[in-house]
């Protein structure tokens, strides 16, 4: 079975978040990045798995500059056998979409993250979908493959929906499906050995423009309290927040 | 009670851009196993003073130990920076948990790859690497510490074997290990390296208690009475002490590194807790006298990150001297234990306990500083080396 997981790179969950060029760009200076949480530790990992009980390959595609190939070198870490890395910055999910299903012909399961942490779009999965002229499934929770026909779990109000589906198609990966892995230094040494293959662009209009973007107003403290430790809630919610 | 590990990597210098992707990777997994495995369990184990010898496993399996040494020999293949790297990430969960990595790897599986015969490598190497063996390293004699030179633990050849006898102190691992690399003197007097395997008659590794520091590191003592080794577990290819100390100076590049991470590990504590902790109607991070800790607690860190680093490129092209590293092991563990106190103190009461972690280092940093060469023996080995003058002894 080939596999293919759209990984992306977002900045770590504590940075500080500003944005530049009068509110229409984000400001990555100081920020640390990490693969997207909803890639890594779910579509990535079940993709491996199915790869060790199925056999087959697992082949991670991003679109972005030379500097998010440390992203793709940490999926190889963590198992997978080669990267595609698009060498175009991510404008919008449209564009993303489109560059992706440029290189996503010929594969059985095409994975996404149910959305990436910073912009929360959720998009991308439904559009290579849409491009590739395949069914998809979001938010899956459980996926399990058996020759060409696979049964999706999703979690939906109340219960969860299970679906039969072949292959090829889509989804979009979100938690439960699998559980983090971490790379050990083996692994960090192999991936240097596996091939990440660095194309251009396709040629495409981006439809998206944005105009600009607003912070939410600053959030009041938050204290951390140890759900063990009941009586420095109460001692704060009297003495600190005056509502007890 | 477990705390959740709200860690933080600083870098203030963007020293990260002198590091490679690797350097990089390795330092997110590692802290990633850190806060899985080592932080939940840590206060726990060295508050009853128990060595969590599940994680021998685990450091196997994460690549810690010895991952500067070649792949075939079950090492990780990669460079002095890398090794640093994981250091200072194990040290940022205990200094006990990164003396595990640093004995097994540095101590154990090095002195056997550079001084080892073939099979001996075969034998032992891939079953270090794997964690199914837990090695020791026997040098510190209850009464030779600072000078090993003047050991007592000898061996006197008898047929295809020698008889060894003496008894080593302080050996971290011992009453765990299943090998211990021992140094001993042979009947000219010489320095030589001996494998002791778990089982041979005469050989005990009974557990030294009572320990306020590295309380989740088992330290342990070997005894040898009339133990008989046989000849092919001599280890060939060295004789006299600079075998033991080459050894040291690996283990000591790594603490130079390790040292670091116990400091950031305060550092990120205290500045956390500086902003949370209101007195006076204001957070204690906004007193002149709690910035002044913390600034000079980052531009320490700072200093000794450089000073790492640096240490790491010339270790790299195997130009990092004895000395070289003498000055980086002394001069960043001190720094991390002043930091430790320096720590301690902004976090007031709290910081006695083990909800923060600023105590438990600050308490296995006094091992730091004084095993692998004392704070003052690393001074005079600069001494000597900048006056060629010998203050030794
Ligand atoms: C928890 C723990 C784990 C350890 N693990 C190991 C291990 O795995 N293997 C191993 O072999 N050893 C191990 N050691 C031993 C450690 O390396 C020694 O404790 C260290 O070398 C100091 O020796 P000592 O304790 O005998 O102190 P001493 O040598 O007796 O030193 C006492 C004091 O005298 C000072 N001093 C000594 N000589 C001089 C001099 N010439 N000039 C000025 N000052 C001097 C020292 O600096 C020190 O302050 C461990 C120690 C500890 C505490």
């Known amino acids: 079975m080939k596999q293919l997981v759209c990984i992306s790179k977002t900045p770590e969950t504590t940075a500080k978040i500003n944005f530049k060029d009068g509110n229409t760009a984000f400001d990555e200076s100081g920020v640390q990045f990490i693969m997207n949480p909803y890639d890594e530790w779910y579509a990535l990992v079940r993709a491996i798995e199915l790869k060790e009980s199925l056999g087959g390959t697992v082949t991670v595609i991003n679109v972005g500059p030379a500097s998010n190939d440390v992203v793709i070198r940490k999926a190889l870490a963590i198992g997978a056998d080669e990267g595609i890395r698009v060498d175009a910055e991510p404008k919008s999910a449209l564009y993303v979409a489109k560059q992706i299903a440029a290189n996503a012909e010929g594969f059985d399961l095409v994975y996404c993250g149910k959305e990436t942490i910073d912009y929360n779009g959720s998009e991308v999965g439904a559009m290579v979908a849409e491009y590739l002229d395949q069914p998809f499934v979001s938010f899956a929770t459980k996926l399990e493959v058996e020759g060409n026909s696979a049964t999706v779990t999703r979690d939906i109000e109340g219960g969860s929906e299970i679906s039969k589906i072949d292959t090829p198609f889509v989804l979009s990966a979100a938690k439960g499906m699998a559980e983090q892995r971490i790379p050990n230094m083996r692994g960090i040494m192999m991936a240097k050995k596996k091939p990440l293959n660095v194309v251009e662009p396709v040629g495409f209009d981006d439809k998206v423009v944005v105009s600009s973007f607003t912070l939410p107003d600053a959030k009041t403290e938050c204290k951390m309290i140890d759900p063990e430790n009941m009586d420095e809630l109460v001692r704060l919610l009297q003495e600190e927040a005056k509502v007890l | ?393």
């Not at chain 2, 302080?170 to 299943?178: E, R």
């Not at chain 2, 790492?308 to 563990?333: C, F």
């Not at chain 2, 301690?344 to 923060?356: D, L, P, W």
């Open chain 2, 1 to 393: 009670m477990a705390r959740t590990d709200r860690y933080e990597h600083h870098d203030y210098y963007g020293i990260d851009e002198l590091l490679s992707d690797d350097h990089k990777l390795a330092r997110e997994a590692v802290q990633a196993w850190v806060k899985k495995e080592v932080s939940p369990i840590i206060e726990d184990y060295s508050n009853r003073s128990e060595c969590p010898h599940h994680l021998f496993k685990g450091l196997a399996e994460i690549g810690a130990f010895g991952p500067s040494l070649p792949v075939e020999y079950g090492g990780g293949g990669m460079d002095e920076i890398a090794y640093g790297v994981i250091m200072q990430e194990l040290e940022r969960g205990d200094s006990g948990v990164r003396s595990m990595a640093s004995v097994q790897g540095s101590l154990v599986m090095y002195p056997i790859y550079r001084f080892g015969s073939e099979e001996q490598k075969r034998k032992y190497l891939p079953k270090l690497g794997s964690g199914e063996y837990i090695g020791c390293f026997g040098l510190t004699e209850p009464d030779h510490g600072s000078n090993p030179n003047g050991m007592i633990t000898n061996i006197k050849e008898d047929g295809d074997s020698y008889i060894l006898n003496g008894a080593k102190m302080w050996i971290t691992n011992s009453p765990v290990a299943d090998v211990a690399v021992v140094w001993a003197k042979d009947e000219e007097g010489i320095v030589r390296g001996v494998i002791v395997e778990k089982g041979m008659p005469g050989f005990s590794a009974p557990e030294i208690h009572g320990k306020w520091s590295l309380r989740a590191s088992i330290t342990g003592e070997l005894v040898f009475e009339d133990v008989r080794v046989p000849k092919e577990n001599i280890l060939p290819n060295v004789a006299g002490l600079k075998g033991p100390l080459s050894c040291l100076s690996k283990a000591r590049y790594g603490i130079a590194w390790g040292a670091i991470g116990a400091a950031l590990d305060c550092y990120d504590s205290a500045l956390r807790y500086s902003k949370e902790r209101i007195q006076f109607g204001k957070p204690i991070g906004q007193f002149q006298l709690t910035q002044k800790k913390l600034a000079e607690m980052i531009t320490e860190i700072t200093k000794a990150q450089l000073l790492a680093w640096r240490l790491g490129t010339l270790a790299n092209k195997g130009e990092a001297s004895p000395a070289q590293i003498s000055m980086a092991k002394r001069n960043n563990v001190h720094m991390a234990l002043e930091i430790a106190r320096e720590a301690r103190q902004i976090h007031g009461g709290m910081g006695i306990t083990n909800e923060y972690p600023c105590m438990r280092h600050m308490m296995n940093l006094e091992t730091v500083l004084t095993y692998e060469g004392t704070h003052d023996i690393h001074l005079l080995i600069t001494g000597l080396d900048v006056t060629g003058l010998n203050a030794f002894g």
